[in-house]
């Protein structure tokens, strides 16, 4: 669904010189993570590249293949297996959100947080999708089509929008 798509990138970074590549998989400064919701990077994703020498100074066309989520298209992104699947909370009242209050020598506190039964959705999935398991969402392969401009220098990032992963959280 549109309402929680967010502009998503992928960035490539170059790397000249050696047939040696940078950084293996799980190594640190591989992905993108942010702690900040409205920051979009946690969608990024960080493909490296090794160019030879005379590809980085005359440039080119590179074809790469990443994995990435994409919005289930069984469910269009809901979890559920159809929308007879998906009830209000009974917790929250389909608010997303509940009040604790207690009193206090100096008065009533209240506290509102996002309601535990259905983690702030204020709904509740009763059968989930078979195609995502309930995520909302399905690992895809997809090939992407990368500029190289002429002259790029060691270490230059290239960005790509549009060929990050989808989060139905955003």
Same mark, same amino acid.
């Given at each position: 669904?549109? +309402?929680?798509?967010?502009?998503?990138?992928?960035?490539?970074?170059?790397?000249?010189?050696?047939? %040696? !590549?940078?950084? /293996?998989?799980?190594?640190?400064?591989?992905? #993108?993570?942010?702690?900040?919701?409205?920051?979009?990077?946690?969608? /990024?994703?960080?493909? +490296?590249?090794?160019?030879? !020498?005379?590809?980085?100074?005359?440039?080119?066309?590179?074809?790469?293949?990443?994995?990435?989520?994409?919005?289930?298209?069984? $469910? #269009?992104? =809901?979890?559920?297996? =159809?929308?007879?699947?998906? &009830?209000? $909370? &009974?917790?929250?009242?389909?608010?997303?959100?509940?009040?604790?209050?207690?009193?206090?020598?100096?008065?009533?506190?209240?506290?509102?947080?996002?309601?535990?039964?259905? +983690?702030?959705?204020? %709904?509740?999935? &009763?059968? #989930? $999708?078979?195609?995502? +398991?309930?995520?909302?969402?399905?690992?895809?392969?997809?090939?992407?089509?990368? /500029?190289?401009?002429?002259?790029?220098? /060691?270490?230059?990032?290239?960005?790509?929008?549009?060929?990050?992963?989808?989060?139905?959280?955003?």
């Amino acid at each position: 669904k549109q +309402d929680f798509m967010q502009i998503m990138e992928v960035e490539i970074s170059v790397h000249m010189g050696s047939n %040696k !590549f940078f950084g /293996d998989s799980m190594g640190p400064g591989r992905f #993108h993570y942010s702690s900040n919701v409205k920051d979009n990077r946690a969608l /990024d994703i960080r493909y +490296d590249l090794l160019l030879p !020498f005379e590809e980085s100074i005359l440039g080119g066309k590179r074809e790469i293949s990443i994995s990435r989520h994409e919005t289930c298209g069984a $469910c #269009h992104g =809901s979890g559920a297996k =159809s929308s007879n699947s998906i &009830t209000e $909370c &009974t917790q929250c009242r389909g608010q997303g959100r509940s009040m604790k209050s207690q009193r206090t020598p100096f008065g009533i506190v209240s506290q509102i947080s996002s309601c535990l039964n259905c +983690d702030g959705s204020g %709904k509740i999935i &009763t059968e #989930h $999708c078979p195609s995502c +398991d309930g995520s909302g969402k399905v690992q895809v392969e997809r090939s992407i089509q990368v /500029d190289i401009p002429g002259g790029i220098e /060691d270490g230059s990032a290239i960005r790509i929008t549009g060929g990050g992963s989808v989060d139905k959280q955003r």
